[in-house]
């Protein structure tokens, strides 16, 4: 079952498209659920998958947690401009993103997210710094005394571009959309 029809207006793709956001920020069983987080890193640009943890559909941001030392909080310092990947192998259905990351580190937002976590406190609370090269794995687990929120972080981003391809036999539905300008477009698969 695919996710747009070849009827449908750019109007109606883009709503389908928002609902999936939507559900996936609810629902641990969708497609996009992990999704790639791509940033400009020095020299090349570097990819990882994250959990979407909510999505905010009046202002189109999406939420993921990460460890404040993690490489992407560097990354997304030195350069806000990230962009999303994500694919529904079933409906045969791409997203690609274009947004701006904002940081949210020992803030009132980054509080509620914490207070609010129900378990997996544990990815935030090594003892050493995420991506550190260590000689065992026993110091790689090695959790920190205290369960706090001292390196958690919430990303938020904000959304410009979206970007949609549905992969169909009779021809392949792709389209655009400029959310700050509210623009829209069918493109070329
Ligand atoms: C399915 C999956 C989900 C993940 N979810 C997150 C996440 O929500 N937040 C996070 O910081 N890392 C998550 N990771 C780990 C990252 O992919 C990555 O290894 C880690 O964040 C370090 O990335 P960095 O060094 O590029 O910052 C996840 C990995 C996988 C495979």
């Not at 460890?67 to 350069?79: G, H």
């Not at 904002?102 to 997210?113: F, G, K, N, S, T």
């Not at 972080?153 to 655009?176: D, P, T, Y």
Request: charged share 25%; aromatic share 10%.
């Amino acid at each position: 079952m695919s996710v747009i029809n070849s009827t449908d207006s750019l109007e109606e793709i883009k709503s389908n498209v928002i609902q999936l956001l939507n559900r996936a920020g609810n629902d641990r069983r969708s497609a996009f659920r992990f999704i790639i987080l791509n940033t400009v890193a020095n020299d090349y640009p570097n990819s990882r998958y994250v959990v979407l943890r909510k999505f905010e559909r009046e202002s189109a941001e999406l939420f993921i947690y990460t460890d404040f030392r993690s490489n992407k909080i560097q990354e997304i310092r030195n350069n806000p401009s990230v962009s999303v990947l994500a694919y529904d192998k079933q409906k045969k259905f791409q997203i690609k993103l274009g947004a701006r990351a904002v940081i949210h580190h020992q803030d009132e937002l980054a509080y509620q997210h914490w207070s609010a976590l129900d378990g997996g406190k544990e990815s935030y609370n090594t003892s050493a710094d995420p991506g550190k090269q260590v000689d065992t794995l026993q110091d790689a687990h090695q959790m920190k005394n205290a369960f706090d929120d001292r390196h958690f972080a919430v990303l938020v981003l904000k959304v410009s571009k979206m970007e949609c391809l549905q992969l169909n036999n009779e021809g392949h539905i792709r389209s655009f959309f400029d959310l700050d300008h509210n623009q829209s477009s069918f493109l070329v698969p």
